[in-house]
């Protein structure tokens, strides 16, 4: 990431994101929580995408690189936590459940950041037990190395609904398909039919954000049906597509 911007306090504040706008590559020397009040954030670093809807916040530790990117209308919520303050003892990006408590929680002390009051500060603590109670959530597309994965990842960027199997995709990219399978858990942490879950969840998102209607999207990802793609999306986020454009 070219250009990259170091603003050593990581910033608790709002912020109003239209549709495709993006906040560039940059670093902070304190932890930060990402939250997605409305519309999904996508959190870029070199080691790939996390993405966010409202039930789901992103963890970004201190001196990480990384970018951010509005699906849909975002309400951006920021919140800073000093290095030394690390409720969930992670070192790296990951992506939390929110609960409709840690929401509100968030959404309060974002709002004023300039509070310091002692009843900012009880609020501020039960923040972070909530936090410390948080369960991390898979919701990531790691960013392949080898050519011949990216090749295949690429394809299916392109196409979410393309159906071919790994052994189709393999031959494209000039792979064996055991290859490729080896690669995706090495490198990617998951299985091929996992990744690819995730992938579709990712276009899904965006979708959605942009106010598509459920069938289109569920055709356009790739699932045989609607009913099928509302299964997987309340499973993966708590909540059913046609709300999607509610919450917020």
Avoid at 47 to 66: D, K, M
């Amino acid at each position: 990431m070219p250009n990259i911007r170091h603003t050593p306090e990581a910033p608790t504040a709002t912020r109003a994101l239209s549709p495709g706008e993006r906040i560039d590559a940059h670093r902070h020397d304190d932890h930060q929580i990402v939250y997605a009040g409305s519309g999904v954030v996508a959190v870029t670093t070199d080691a790939g995408t996390w993405f966010a809807p409202g039930t789901r916040a992103i963890w970004v530790p201190a001196g990480c690189v990384h970018a951010h990117r509005a699906h849909g209308h975002l309400a951006l919520h920021l919140l800073g936590l000093p290095a030394d303050t690390n409720p969930l003892g992670l070192g790296a990006p990951a992506v939390l459940a929110v609960s409709p408590l840690l929401r509100e929680l968030i959404l309060a002390c974002t709002r004023t950041p300039q509070d310091e009051s002692p009843e900012r500060g009880r609020l501020r603590a039960v923040l972070l037990d909530q936090l410390r109670a948080s369960p991390q959530q898979p919701v990531q597309l790691p960013t392949p190395s080898d050519s011949r994965l990216a090749a295949v990842c690429d394809l299916l960027h392109d196409d979410p609904a393309d159906p071919r199997g790994l052994a189709e995709l393999a031959a494209e990219a000039g792979a064996g398909e055991r290859t490729l399978s080896r690669l995706f858990r090495r490198e990617l942490g998951m299985t091929f039919p996992q990744w690819r879950t995730q992938l579709r969840l990712y276009h899904a998102l965006r979708m959605l954000a942009d106010d598509m209607p459920v069938t289109s999207v569920a055709h356009r990802c790739g699932w045989a049906s609607t009913s099928a793609f509302i299964d997987v999306f309340r499973r993966a986020y708590g909540y059913t597509p046609g709300t999607h454009h509610r919450r917020g």
